[in-house]
């Protein structure tokens, strides 16, 4: 093989390699998750449609011409276009874990090309291992998944020890969405009554919940609250194996990650494994699939607390303050049931939900009425639920409900320097959150409203239909709608303009998004297309004055087209 060649091919894989290994970390090195990613950059559009094509041109020619491969070396050092190597939102970390993945990396391309090299088949080597770049990472990461595991183990064992030896009370919560909300709302509730300890953050995964026990628990902590999440079955279960929570909470089922679970079933009988040490389960009934979870639970002889915003007869309720005592409550919580999150329905959003005034009752005591301000009451419901069973009064519980902390970025409102209110609602990427985003946004009194907005993830095949849904829905609320980025383009475009996918691919072939603008009618909003969030905000700056309103609606890091 040509020693330009060569070095050509090896400037181009660690140009490549660095591309990919963002884009793995950044997908929490789920095996898979990169050559995912992959097809979609490489079939984005027209310019890196012909670089992919030419890249496997030269793995075809490679097997008869010492040359072919600079082809695909030029082209996967070159694309695919829009992905950049270091990222702005996203940027390359090199932490231990990723340079054992980029050594075992580079390991396997010196012994596949040594073997080429002996074989005389370098050049088609080389050729195939640049092409497959995504490919090579997940199978890296395969690798590496026992010795990862084991790594874990030790810090697992070390938090683990440190829990039993302090031994607080262990609560658990996970759901689709609202965990960091209701950990937050719980801590809130408890705190004043006993000594809280809680994973900070979103911090939900094994490590983050044994980083959180070795690093912040301390021979007073009385309570211990672990967020939960999952990407995948068995994973709460591996949690709940360690931490043993004693009391548990799903909050919520929606289609958040369905991409990865493929039904809401799954993502139930997933989020269900949080109950496996638990002596009590606290189950929002109005979300998908657990009302019959808490019977199933309830047979299995667990003690249950069901929550509800809807259902009179449940455990403890957060109903509007109006309803009837003896029938169901009138479906105004903007957080509605994950059954109609998985079907596209229901987007209310001139409703203010702030001012409604709230009746709490636990075990049929009512605690407190009034305004919950903009905390959702689905997540209330549970957070009181929980302090309830850990001890706190009723009228301690009551008198803190005025001060429940709103996360960091899920809908928080301020002010900007220059006047501009701006609505913080980057870190959701589910239907029932971009509802209460929105409505929060239609009841913003502002001159100018702007919704900004990448659109929601890992929706599965639900994904197309939410976000035309979201588009549609934010037209009717702003003036402009700013789209940022390509992932959900064809869908937010399709809703905020009133197109069918055909028009929108009419109106999107050739151009650069940055010069797409619809105009505004007497229903929608302007609509224009951002390349990446950086742009929108210039044009937010430039263009809004003290008075006007911007919601940030989800924020895609980009590793995302």
């Known amino acids: ?65 010492w040359w072919a ?28 874990r990723l340079a054992t993945v980029a050594t075992t990396l580079a390991l396997l391309w010196l012994v596949l090309v040594g073997v080429g090299l002996l074989v005389g088949l370098a050049a088609p080597v080389v050729a195939v291992l640049l092409f497959g770049m995504p490919l090579w990472v997940d199978i890296s990461l395969a690798v590496l998944a026992p010795l990862e595991a084991l ?60 980083r959180s026990v070795n690093e912040h628990l301390t021979p007073s902590s009385e309570v211990f609250i672990a967020e939960m999440g999952t990407f995948g079955p068995g994973e709460i279960a591996a949690m709940t194996r360690w931490v043993r929570p004693s009391v548990s909470i799903l909050a919520s089922i929606g289609p958040v990650h369905l991409e990865r679970f493929g039904s809401l079933d799954r993502i139930v009988a997933a989020k269900a494994e949080i109950f496996a040490t638990s002596r009590t389960a606290i189950l929002n009934i109005d979300a998908y699939g657990l009302r019959t979870e808490a019977d199933r639970l309830a047979a299995s002889g667990l003690r249950i607390i069901r929550c509800s915003t809807q259902d009179p007869s449940a455990d403890v309720t957060v109903l509007p303050a109006d309803a009837p005592p003896d029938g169901p409550a009138a479906a105004t919580d903007p957080a509605q049931t994950a059954s109609d999150d998985a079907a596209g329905v229901g987007f209310d959003v001139t409703f203010n939900e702030a001012v409604v005034p709230r009746r709490i009752t636990v075990f049929g005591r009512e605690i407190a009425v009034g305004p919950l301000g903009d905390s959702a009451p689905a997540n209330v419901a549970c957070a009181v639920a929980a302090a309830a069973v850990l001890g706190v009064s009723d009228a301690d519980i009551a008198s803190r409900l005025c001060d429940l902390p709103t996360p960091e970025h899920r809908r928080t409102s301020g002010r900007s320097p220059g006047g501009i209110i701006v609505i913080d609602d980057t870190y959701n990427s589910n239907p ?68 069918d996918n055909a028009t929108v691919r009419r109106a999107t072939r050739g151009r650069n998004p940055r010069s797409l603008i619809h105009d505004r009618t007497a229903d929608r909003a302007t609509v224009r297309c951002m390349a990446d969030r950086d742009e929108a905000v210039r044009w937010v700056r430039s263009h809004l004055h003290p008075g006007d309103a911007v919601l940030y609606e989800n924020d895609l890091p980009d590793h995302y087209p």
Not at 152 to 165: E, F, K, P
């Open 1 to 65: 093989m040509n020693q330009v060649v060569l070095w050509t091919s090896v400037v181009a894989g660690v140009i490549a390699a660095s591309r990919w290994l963002r884009v793995a970390q950044r997908e929490h090195y789920g095996v898979g998750r990169t050559s995912r990613f992959a097809r979609r950059w490489w079939l984005l559009d027209r310019n890196n449609r012909v670089l992919v094509l030419g890249a496997a041109v030269g793995v075809v020619l490679s097997g008869a011409f």
């Open 69 to 96: 491969p600079a082809i695909t070396a030029v082209a996967v050092a070159v694309g695919p276009q829009g992905l950049e190597i270091r990222g702005r939102s996203s940027p390359l970390a090199w932490t231990r």
């Open 151 to 210: 790594l874990s183990r030790r810090w697992v064992h070390r938090a683990q020890q440190r829990l039993d030896h302090i031994d607080p009370v262990r609560v658990a919560v996970t759901g689709s969405y609202g965990k960091t909300t209701i950990k937050g709302y719980l801590r809130q509730l408890v705190e004043g009554t006993r000594s809280v300890v809680a994973t900070p953050a979103s911090f939900n995964n094994t490590a983050g919940v044994c």
């Open 432 to 499: 029932a959150g971009a509802r209460a985003a929105l409505g929060m946004l239609a009841n913003t009194e502002a001159g100018r409203r702007v919704v900004v907005t990448p659109g929601m993830v890992e929706l599965g095949r639900g994904q197309a239909h939410e976000n035309r849904l979201l588009g549609e829905h934010a037209a009717r609320v702003a003036d402009d709608v700013l789209i940022v980025g390509r992932t959900n383009r064809t869908a937010l475009l399709g809703g905020a303009a009133g197109w």
